[in-house]
Nanobody
């Protein structure tokens, strides 16, 4: 059984930084793309960023470009999201996701596995 487990969320002031982690286990995720989504109450899940199995190819939503960095360590079976210059509008529950490719992970209906989510709150 595949398992994605996020950690690292919390409360941070505007302009601050947080690093989210997602440990993946239970099946081989070889050749799978991994990524991050976020969601606020009453809204759908919003794509944030994704990374290929090799780690060499990444994709970012416009709001994340220049502020967020996605990476993965396949030896530690961990996905990361470094978030800098955080804004109040970044407040959301952040979810780790797995899909078969970079092409499909941006489509929420094509995500194969989800983590349980970690809350990020940006507030002074």
């Amino acid at each position: 059984q595949a398992l994605l487990a996020e950690s690292g969320g919390g409360l941070v002031q505007p302009g601050g930084s947080l690093k989210l982690s997602c440990e993946f286990s239970g099946r081989t995720f070889k050749n799978d793309a991994l990524g991050w989504y976020r969601q606020n109450p009453g809204r759908g899940r919003e794509f944030v960023a994704s990374v290929s199995w090799s780690g060499y190819s990444t994709m970012y939503e416009d709001f994340a470009k220049g502020r967020f960095t996605i990476s993965r360590d396949n030896v530690k079976n961990t996905l990361y999201l470094q978030m800098n210059t955080l804004k109040p509008e970044d407040t959301a529950i952040y979810y780790c996701a797995a899909a078969s490719s970079l092409a499909t992970i941006r489509l929420v209906d094509d995500v194969m596995y989800w983590g349980q989510g970690t809350q990020v709150t940006v507030s002074s």
